[in-house]
Each structure stands twice: as C-alpha cells, then as structure tokens.
C-alpha cells in the first residue's frame, strides 16, 4: 500500500520559510518521479514542482520558480520543498505526490500524479 505523508506544514508570517517533508512507503522510492502541488481555498489544484528519480532534473511553476525548492533524499525515501520569501498568496494546503513517468509541467498540471498524500497546511500571514 502506498503511502505519502506530508509534515512541515503550519503558520508562518509573510516573508518567512518552511520546509516541507514527505516520507514514502509501499513504492521503490528512487523509481518514482516526486512531485508538490498545492490547493488555496476555492481554487483549482495547483502544479508547484517535481524531482525526478535521482533527483538530476527539476521543473517548477513559473510563480515558485525562485523561491521554492524541490529536492529529495532516495536514502530516506523522503522528497522535500523549501519554501522562501512566502507570500499569503501562497497560503494553501500542499500535496506531496508520486508518478512513475517523468513528464512536462503541462502534463502534471493536467493530469496530476498516480499516488497522493493528504497533504499539510500552509498558512501564510501578512
């Protein structure tokens, strides 16, 4: 069974950073493409970024690009994003996510990913 569980979520004033984690069981970690989207209330599910199986490759939205970074640790079984200079727009729950194929951003933006977790929170005050 696969799991995806998200921690490092939580409030954080504007300007500030947190570091997001996501532990992995049930896949073979380094086989799979790691991916962070996120959701703000009332809006559409939302590409932020992905790492892909070694870790070589990154892609982020185009609003993140800069501020948030993507990065994984296959020892762990743990993909993680750093996020800085956060704004209250970015306030949102974050999903951690999995997918077997490494592909374009359009694609995750459409498509999404095979495995999801739950996701954390992230609350961002001005």
């Known amino acids: 069974q696969v799991q995806l569980v998200e921690s490092g979520g939580g409030l954080v004033q504007a300007g500030g950073s947190l570091r997001l984690s996501c532990a992995a069981s049930?896949?073979?970690?380094?086989?799979?493409?790691m991916g962070w989207f996120r959701q703000a209330p009332g809006k559409e599910r939302e590409f932020v970024a992905a790492?892909?199986?070694?870790?070589?490759?990154?892609n982020y939205a185009d609003s993140m690009e800069g501020r948030f970074t993507i990065s994984r640790d296959n020892a762990k079984n743990t993909v993680y994003l750093q996020t800085n200079s956060l704004k209250p727009e970015d306030t949102a729950v974050y999903y951690c996510?999995?997918?077997?194929?490494?592909?374009?951003?359009?694609?995750?933006?459409?498509?999404?990913?095979?495995?999801w977790g739950k996701g954390t929170l992230v609350t961002v005050s001005s």
């Open positions: 790492i892909s199986y070694e870790g070589r490759l990154t």
């Open positions: 996510a999995a997918d077997s194929g490494w592909y374009s951003r359009r694609h995750y933006r459409e498509n999404g990913m095979e495995y």
């Open positions: 049930g896949i073979t970690f380094g086989n799979y493409v």
